[in-house]
């Protein structure tokens, strides 16, 4: 029993030890974080300690996850915010730190935008989970959009991008594949047109004659300015989209074999058997 007890003593003096160090190398990236300020961290906790309800701030709504933090209709002085924004602003103005700048722009932003609540409503459960997910998907969409920006929409930026590839001084198997390149590229375009009941190689040609954002319109199958009329992409998504495909085609040239299920043949039904309803020969 007492060997025991000296073992769960040893155990638990280790993990008090760990947890100990731990603290210590998270208070020291916290009084990182805090140089400039005039600010430590021990001196946080001792204003902390003396903390009262009344110190504490309102919210309509808090968000927690593993990840992230979210206050919906925080009810802060405008004027502590605005003060705290300077802050923020000056600090980014006297950081050599790329990646602290970056962190203290997404700090500022989030400091001074809001917090939309979209309310998604419909006559039964399949059609709201629908509509939510499209909510999800614009939602993504307009993220990626404000990380890099727009493209027109419906293939044209791919068709447009042809050009790059046009230029570049190729030989051998490099021109090749750039050939490949430059076909593949059209095949979103070409879809589209396809699900729309058009001639895909026609569409395309005709968006290559024009420039910029011209392009086709499948919704009101028309040719237009894509970007005045609304139809884009995130830049991120066709950029994404684009090496995504261009790795996994990398990865299948160099790949010798590939497994994949045999598909399974489908017997014929059994056709019907004829009958003689006839009364014989007259």
Excluded: W
């Excluded at 027109?152 to 068709?159: E, R, V, Y």
């Excluded at 609304?230 to 010798?256: F, Y």
């Amino acid at each position: 029993m007492l060997a025991r007890i000296e073992k769960t003593a040893e155990v638990l003096r280790q993990r008090f030890d760990n947890s100990t160090g731990m603290l210590e190398r998270v208070t020291d990236e916290l009084n990182t974080k805090l140089d400039g300020t005039g600010l430590r961290f021990a001196d946080i906790l001792d204003q902390a300690s003396g903390a009262i309800l009344a110190d504490l701030g309102k919210a309509k709504r808090i968000v927690v996850d593993k990840e992230n933090t979210t206050i919906v209709e925080g009810t802060g002085k405008s004027s502590d915010i605005q003060g705290r924004g300077k802050q923020i602003r000056r600090q980014i103005e006297e950081t050599t730190s790329d990646y602290d700048r970056e962190k203290l722009q997404e700090r500022l932003a989030k400091l001074a935008g809001g917090v939309a609540v979209i309310n998604v409503g419909a006559a039964t459960e399949t059609e709201m989970k629908e509509k939510k997910m499209r909510v999800e998907d614009a939602l993504h969409a307009t993220r990626a959009a404000v990380e890099e920006g727009i493209v027109p929409g419906g293939g044209t930026a791919l068709i447009r991008a042809q050009a790059a590839v046009g230029v570049l001084s190729l030989v051998g198997d490099e021109l090749t594949g750039a050939g490949i390149v430059a076909r593949a590229i059209e095949a979103p375009l070409r879809q589209l047109a396809a699900n729309a009941g058009r001639e895909g190689a026609l569409i395309v040609e005709n968006v290559k004659t024009n420039k910029d954002g011209f392009g086709y319109n499948v919704a009101t199958d028309t040719y237009e300015d894509l970007v005045a009329s609304g139809v884009v992409d995130p830049t991120k998504v066709t950029r994404s989209a684009l090496q995504n495909a261009a790795s996994i085609a990398g990865l299948l040239l160099t790949t010798e074999c590939l497994i994949t299920e045999k598909p399974e043949k489908k017997e014929a039904p059994a056709g019907g058997h004829g009958h003689d309803h006839g009364m014989g020969d007259f």
